[in-house]
Nanobody, 124 residues
């Protein structure tokens, strides 16, 4: 079993930045793809970004250039650096993991393990 715990959410003004962290425990996830998703009230959960075990990344188009996903040196932590935040980025952000050294999956059904989420609120 892999346990994922997100942190770093909060309230920020439009144009500001936040860095989300996701710490994995239970087993090493160096061979796992790690993804970030978000869900706003009344909306479906949507894919944001993923990084494979090999370091390849994939982003949804509307965050390219603003968000950056990365893995920590120990590979058991994944980060989401979010810059130029907009009110429409307000959502609960979830970390997810699945086995995939080369994979960059973007469907939530592709992921096996999920965190509890961290709330990001961007004020206008």
């Amino acid at each position: 079993q892999v346990r994922l715990v997100e942190s770093g959410g909060g309230l920020v003004q439009a144009g500001g930045s936040l860095r989300l962290s996701c710490a994995a425990s239970g087993r090493t996830v160096v061979n796992y793809a790690m993804g970030w998703f978000r869900q706003a009230p009344g909306k479906e959960r949507e894919f944001i970004a993923t990084v494979s075990g090999s370091g390849s990344t994939h982003y949804v188009d509307y965050v390219k250039g603003r968000f950056t996903i990365s893995r920590g040196n120990a590979k058991n932590t994944v980060y989401l650096q979010m810059n130029s935040l907009k009110p429409e980025d307000t959502a609960n952000y979830y970390c997810a993991a699945t086995i995939g050294f080369y994979a960059t999956p973007s469907l939530d059904s592709d992921y096996t393990y999920w965190g509890q989420g961290t709330q990001v609120t961007v004020s206008s």
